[in-house]
């Protein structure tokens, strides 16, 4: 079956800039998605299509795709952005996969 | 303002059922196309089933012939009745709705709900 690999954990301090990776072997074909998802809550959806990012969604998230690797990129990382994230994509076939989650840390 | 609450969670015994209801506001189901994402306690997230704005169905392998998701037009909301219950079965689960992008033939979740937790256990 399908996988998106993802980092278990991402570490960073205040005002760093925080990076997730998601690799799939669809991904140059498929868009990629990103989740966020704090303790206790439900997932938002914080970049949609690689890159787009949704209305009410900081600046600072950014995402971008390149071959079998998609990247979530957090500039300037706060402490409320601290969450679980997941990234999401379809096989070549279209069956939706979430990726494993990285939880991110920032302290 | 796109709202969905669901219902129906709760305590059952592993062969057992449960229906599940997603109640929305805000859009109308039956013009988009509706999902349900599971999460196991300290998992990760996994699609179960998705219903399309025409009615097909589809189902992740892991619940294929025991869940049916199913919508009620005239009460705007999801359904998914789930049979054979197992243990595995056990997390929360949360009604999405979805955006299809047809010249990727691929969609995506854009708003959830709070999700219901339901147990499987005896």
């Known amino acids: 079956s399908y996988e998106l690999t993802q980092p278990p954990s991402v570490s960073v301090s205040p005002g760093q800039t925080a990076r997730i990776t998601c690799s799939g072997d669809a991904l140059p074909k498929k868009y990629a998605y990103w989740y966020q998802q704090k303790s206790g809550q439900a997932p938002v959806l914080v970049i949609y299509e690689d890159s787009k990012r949704p209305s009410g969604i900081p600046e600072r998230f950014s995402g971008s795709s390149s071959g079998t690797m998609a990247t979530l990129t957090i500039s300037g990382a706060q402490v409320e952005d601290e969450a679980d994230y997941y990234c999401y994509s379809t096989d070549s076939s279209g069956n939706p996969q979430f990726g494993g989650g990285t939880k991110l840390t920032v302290l | 303002e796109v709202q969905l609450v669901e219902s129906g969670g709760g305590l059952v015994q592993p062969g057992g059922s449960l229906r599940l209801s997603c109640a929305a506001s805000g859009f109308t189901v039956s013009s988009n196309y509706m999902s349900w994402v599971r999460q196991a306690p300290g998992k990760g997230l996994e699609w179960v089933s998705v219903i399309y704005s025409g009615g097909s169905t589809y189902y992740a392998d892991s619940v294929k012939g025991r869940f049916t998701i199913s919508r009620d037009n005239s009460k705007n909301t999801l359904y998914l009745q789930m049979n054979s219950l197992r243990a595995e079965d056990t997390a929360v689960y949360y009604c999405?709705?979805?955006?299809?992008?047809?010249?990727?033939?691929?969609?995506?979740?854009?708003?959830w709900g709070q999700g219901t937790l339901v147990t499987v256990s005896s």
């Open positions: 999405a709705r979805v955006i299809g992008v047809p010249a990727a033939r691929e969609y995506y979740f854009d708003y």
